[in-house]
Each structure stands twice: as structure tokens, then as C-alpha cells.
């Protein structure tokens, strides 16, 4: 077996659920969602809140968008799942947590869990650690995606049945990806059983980038080279409705930022604010 101290997560997914819990602590009621397990499997070192990445008020933007995305993510499967939608599908999983937050929901569906298998390893013995085991719904599907892992076909041998609908969301992975392989991906996702529900996040092209948020954006991009995850690929809303549209989805609409930002921050009296620079396409099939 796979030691868990032999893996480590990706230290973006670690950062996503660090800026999670953090939200939690640091920024006063109501808050957009309320996860500290993604911060207990990650299990930081002592300190971490000092970390120039986790600064409260110049990350405040950054955090304030994860957290606007995870909760749009949270209220569609939700949503679909009220629908009688009992099949849910994460590609890119890292430290997500609804599966631990929301059982009522999500012990009403079939949950697969697509990373890479060092995460995935890594999660499994953290997850059994923290006494919340792996029940029968939790699939974790580990692929290799750099030696050309068939994705789908794994997703299958998992338990995924393509001929019921599905909620399948991708988030924070398709700037790391090139645009064929995405493309290749939304092909592959179109031909999803009717009734089907993607949710993909985007990063925006720097011209599209509000302009007191473009200096935050820009410094990170040296960051995410250095960690060995670059920034490849950056799309337009057109760029990503005619691309869902070319390879078959049925419908397909644009989610912004400014939408999240209203949706989940407009009574706000603290000033939080998620920061620009990544849009949501759903498409259905």
C-alpha cells in the first residue's frame, strides 16, 4: 500500500483549500461557504497563515473567488441533484470536500473523484486518517493524465454509467491544460447522456482583467512557472461558448465573475470582493 507520507498533494489544490478555510477564519459572517476540512487533510505547518500566499488582505480577492466558485459548483450539483441527477463527477478533484460537508447531498449520488494517482493515494489515507473513510457513493479514480491515461475509460471501470445524466465540473485546471487537450475534453463530455450538466472554469486573457486586478495576476503567473504549473492557455467568454458549441453541447452560457460577485457578495459590509481573471462555462448536453 501506498504510504501517504511517499505523496503529496499538488500544492495549488493545497492552496485552494488553505484559502477556503481561511475565509472561514478571518472574514466575519455570512460566509459564502464553511470548509475546514479541506485545511485538516492538507494539515499545514504551524504558521501558515504567515505564508505571503495566504496574506489576508492582498490575497483577500483571490480567496473571495475561490470560494464564489466552490459555492456556484456546490449550489448546481444541489440543484441537479433536487433534479433526480445521481451521478456527480469532479476532474481535477484535488482537496475538494463536498463529499464530507454536504453527505445529505452527496450520499444521494454516485461521486467519482478524478486526480492524479499520487493525490489521490495521498487523500484516500488522509481521508481514512481523519475517520471519514471512503463509503461506497465516494469513488476515487486515480489517472495518470502525463502518461496518456485514458480518463474516460477509468471513469467507467469506476462505476460511472454514461447512460445517466451527470453533473461533471472541472475548475482551476483548463489554464494548465493546452486548448486542444481541452478541447478534447469538452468533445469527449458533449456526448454525456441528455440532461447532462458541465461546469468548467476559464481563465480570461489579460485585456479582459479588470484593471486594479491585473499587477495580483501578473505576479502570479512567474509563481505558477516556478511551481511547475504554467499558465498555458487563456480564452475569451466567445472563445469558450463557440468551442462547447463546436463539439456538441446543447446549450451553453457564460458565467462572470460579476456574476458571483452579485450573486454571493452584494450585502457585504466588509468590502470582500472575489478578484477577476476567471469565468465559469456551463454547458448541458
Do not use: N
Amino acid at each position: 500500500m501506498t504510504d501517504e507520507q511517499d505523496e503529496v498533494p499538488d500544492s495549488t489544490a493545497v492552496r485552494t483549500a488553505l484559502w477556503r478555510a481561511m475565509h472561514l477564519q478571518v472574514d466575519p459572517p455570512p460566509h459564502v461557504i464553511e470548509d475546514e476540512i479541506g485545511l485538516q487533510l492538507a494539515a499545514p505547518a504551524e504558521g501558515w497563515r504567515s505564508r505571503p500566499d495566504m496574506d489576508p488582505r492582498s490575497t483577500s480577492g483571490f480567496r473571495a473567488a475561490i470560494v464564489a466558485r466552490a459555492r456556484f459548483v456546490e449550489d448546481l450539483v444541489a440543484e441537479q441533484a433536487g433534479h433526480g441527477v445521481t451521478q456527480y463527477v469532479v476532474l481535477g478533484a484535488g482537496l475538494d470536500t463536498f463529499a464530507q460537508r454536504r453527505p445529505e447531498i452527496t450520499s444521494r449520488l454516485r461521486v467519482f473523484e478524478i486526480d492524479q494517482p499520487g493525490t489521490q493515494a495521498w487523500k484516500r489515507q488522509r481521508l481514512i486518517k481523519l475517520g471519514y473513510g471512503i463509503p461506497d457513493w465516494l469513488r476515487l479514480v486515480p489517472v495518470d493524465f502525463e502518461a496518456g491515461s485514458d480518463w474516460w475509460e477509468q471513469l467507467s471501470d469506476a462505476g460511472f454509467d454514461p447512460g445517466r445524466p451527470a453533473v461533471v465540473v472541472c475548475t482551476g485546471v483548463t489554464m494548465y491544460l493546452t486548448k486542444d487537450a481541452t478541447a478534447a475534453t469538452l468533445r469527449r463530455l458533449a456526448k454525456l447522456a441528455p440532461g447532462s450538466t458541465l461546469a468548467m472554469t476559464f481563465m480570461l486573457p489579460t485585456e479582459l482583467i479588470d484593471d486594479a486586478d491585473r499587477p495580483a495576476l501578473e505576479a502570479t503567473k512567474p509563481q505558477a512557472q516556478a511551481a511547475g504549473t504554467p499558465f498555458i492557455s487563456f480564452y475569451t467568454p466567445q472563445e469558450m461558448l463557440a468551442l462547447a458549441g463546436d463539439v456538441g453541447f446543447k446549450e451553453a452560457r457564460h458565467v462572470s465573475g460579476t456574476v458571483l460577485a452579485q450573486r454571493y457578495f452584494t450585502d457585504r459590509t466588509d468590502g470582500l470582493r472575489p478578484s477577476s481573471g476567471e469565468d465559469l462555462l456551463v454547458a448541458t448536453t
